[in-house]
């Protein structure tokens, strides 16, 4: 059975790059569409943008210049490398999976990892 | 950007009470909707997609229904572990891809 699994520090100085992996079991990297989604604390879910194993990307228009995705098939990893943060980017962080371009839902999540941006 | 509004944002419900969740797109997205299901502390779960099709293992009191800019999450008979969070995401549009704000079944 599939399952994601979200790793980096949770706690980053504002200004500074936050970085995230998500490690893919059962070795499915090599399909689906990889996404990242955040919650600030008490809030709703915000969708950062996708990795897939092409290499094609697409990003939230909202946090395009900050965001950057990549895919690790070798480690059946992909990760988030978010810049210049700041105290709005405190959330949860979850990845999460995509079956397909054109029946864009998540079926499948991490259990989420919180990272607050503070001095 | 379409922007999806859930109403109404808490509802109360004693169980076995039928529990009806609105979603309303900012302008039409045909059947490209998903619900979840989110507790606390949890991930969200996929509870149905494209607008009306429940995903295999989530209880039949769970429908969907709805089309263009309008939507429902209904729960015929509500029940205690169905306390979560309700979100409803778009997926005709993007991106962005959009949620909405979310609804809170509490449990009388």
């Known amino acids: 059975q599939v399952q994601l699994q979200e790793s980096g520090p949770g706690l980053v100085k504002p200004s500074e790059t936050l970085s995230l992996s998500c490690s893919v079991s059962?070795?499915?990297?090599?399909?689906?569409?990889w996404n990242w989604i955040r919650q600030a604390p008490g809030k709703g879910l915000e969708w950062i943008g996708y990795i897939h194993f092409s290499g094609n990307t697409n990003y939230n228009p909202s946090l395009k210049s900050r965001v950057t995705m990549s895919l690790d098939p070798s480690k059946s990893q992909f990760s988030l490398k978010l810049n210049s943060v700041t105290a709005a980017d405190t959330a949860v962080y979850f990845c999460a999976r995509a079956l397909s371009s054109g029946w864009y839902y998540f079926d499948l999540w991490g259990q989420g990892t919180l990272v607050t941006v503070s001095s | 950007e379409i922007v999806m509004t859930q109403s109404p944002a808490t509802l109360s419900v004693s169980p076995g009470e039928r529990v009806t969740l609105s979603c309303r797109a900012s302008?039409?997205?045909?059947?490209?909707l998903a619900w979840y299901q989110q507790k606390p502390g949890q991930a969200p779960s996929l509870l149905i997609y494209?607008?009306?099709t429940r995903v295999t293992g989530v209880p039949a009191r769970f429908s969907g229904s709805g089309s263009g800019t309008g939507f429902t999450l209904t729960i015929s008979s509500l029940q205690s572990e169905d306390s979560a969070v309700y979100y409803c995401?778009?997926?005709?549009?993007?991106?962005?891809?959009?949620f909405g704000g979310g609804t809170r079944v509490e449990i009388k």
């Open positions: 995401q778009q997926y005709d549009n993007w991106p962005p891809l959009t």
């Open positions: 302008r039409t997205i045909n059947y490209n």
């Open positions: 059962a070795g499915f990297i090599r399909s689906y569409y």
């Open positions: 494209g607008a009306s």
